[in-house]
């Protein structure tokens, strides 16, 4: 059964595809994202207060490993399946190997739907693999253009500042420091904002996301048949490997499921914003034509019900 | 009645570059390296050949930066701002006559 805010996203989709003069409002927009990337960092810090540090670190470990591998393993297959070109795709596998907030919020919904015992400090990880498998994709990328077309404009300086101090990574691991040292007791007057808007608050978030996916399809002509495949084909596979490895890590179910999705999704907000700064000679619109136009679509309907019957399968 | 003085006039130019947002940090560096003494950024949104930049989420925004400043100046950015970032990013770029009061501002 799909969550009620992945609605809000098709009515998006279907209001641009319809012509619609609806429109949100950039400064809204801003202000979701923020309340979004803070509420999921804040969560994620509480709950990391209530846990044994030794439990956690060996996934956090994991976690970062797994979304620095990312990149390596998808670069060959967009070489000689999606056959792009030695910079474009570094660049497509920076954006999948960074993950999608958005995508992690729907999957820990949907598995609290289910009654699934939640693991909300899993919050931690978003905040973790955000930014590993980006830098190894930016690294690859940047490697290729010097080989090709010789130093890239911007500084190391300048990209390393992007990808760390962007804004998505500021308020996840703000919030998570927040969370963890103040703890659930000092927290309990700010959780009517954080805690009980959460819901609504992605609900308009998603609607934003209908519009944006929307605007983009025309671009997938460009991006081609082969791309298309993979943005499916990629997340489905990460999707896979991930809820196991999330059972090899000791995770209940809602973990697996939650690792599953953080490993299949591809970053659009992080990543697009990084790999401009850093590779600006890769082409946008193919990476995210398939990280927003399809993977994440893909996952939000299609994806998360296919890993929790996956995590159900592999526990059973 | 007492004749109110007109202040005295200087002939100016003012540089507008149009740009995605994620230069605006490098854009800004490099006007004041280059001899700009201030500047104004705008939020914007629009199209062209390119296709369209509606401004509506993180990869899409844009920018308009205003520069008045002396021609030379003026040269020496836009020429630095054709050459490094025009290639690569959605860069507008253009040049107009103003009058300004304050000469030592500009």
């Known amino acids: 059964m799909l969550d009620p805010v992945v609605g809000f996203f098709l009515l998006g989709l279907i209001a641009r595809l319809g012509r619609s003069d609806l429109r949100i409002p950039e400064a809204l ?41 990312i990149p390596l393993l998808l670069i060959p297959v967009l070489r000689v399946l999606v056959r792009l ?9 920076a954006h999948y190997g960074s993950v999608s907030v958005v995508t992690f919020a729907v999957a820990q919904g949907a598995v609290l739907a289910r009654g699934w015992e939640p693991a909300p400090w899993l919050a931690l990880l978003v905040a973790l693999m955000e930014a590993p498998g980006l830098v190894v994709g930016v ?7 010097n080989e090709s077309r010789g130093a890239p404009p911007q500084s190391w300086g300048q990209v390393l500042h992007e990808v760390f101090f962007g804004k998505a990574i500021v308020l996840l691991t703000g919030g998570l420091l927040i969370g963890w040292m103040f703890g659930p007791k000092a927290f309990e007057p700010l ?5 009980g808007l959460f819901k609504g608050v992605l609900a308009l978030f998603m609607l934003e996301l209908g519009l944006v996916v ?24 990460l999707g896979l490997v991930g809820a196991w490895l999330g059972m090899l890590l000791g995770l209940p179910m809602s973990g697996m499921v939650i690792f599953a999705s953080l490993s299949a999704s591809a970053s659009y907000i992080a990543a697009p914003t990084a790999l401009r700064m850093a590779v600006p000679q ?20 299609v994806g998360i019900p296919i890993y929790m019957a996956w995590a159900e399968w592999l526990m059973s | ?12 130019k003012l540089l507008t570059v149009i740009a995605e947002a994620v230069l605006e940090r490098v854009l800004i560096e490099d006007c004041l390296r280059l001899g700009a003494l201030g500047y104004t950024v705008l939020d914007v949104r629009g199209g062209g050949p390119g296709g369209e930049r509606q401004g509506q989420w993180e990869a899409e925004r844009s920018i308009e930066m205003q520069v008045v ?38």
């Open chain 1, 214 to 237: 929307a605007q983009r399809l025309p671009q997938l002509r460009r991006a081609g048949l082969r791309l298309v495949s993979f943005a499916i084909a990629a997340p489905l596979s």
């Open chain 2, 1 to 12: 009645m007492t004749a109110v003085s007109t202040p005295e006039r200087h002939a100016r």
């Open chain 1, 282 to 301: 890769a082409d946008p619109a193919l990476s995210i034509g398939a990280a927003l136009g399809v993977t994440f679509p893909f996952n939000v309907l």
């Open chain 2, 69 to 106: 400043c002396t021609d030379e100046v003026a040269q020496t950015i836009a020429s630095h701002v054709l050459k490094t970032h025009a290639p690569d990013y959605a860069v507008r770029i253009f040049l107009s006559d103003v009058t300004v009061f304050r000469q030592a501002m500009f």
């Open chain 1, 191 to 195: 959780d009517p904002l954080f805690s």
């Open chain 1, 85 to 93: 070109d030695g910079i474009n795709a570094p660049a497509v596998a």
């Open chain 1, 139 to 145: 690294v690859l990328a940047r490697r290729a253009l």
């Open chain 1, 29 to 69: 927009y801003e202000a979701l994202s923020i309340y979004l990337l803070l509420a999921i960092g804040l969560k994620g810090g509480l709950q990391l207060a209530q846990q044994p540090l030794a439990q956690v670190w060996p996934v956090a470990a994991a976690a970062m490993l797994w979304s620095a591998l």
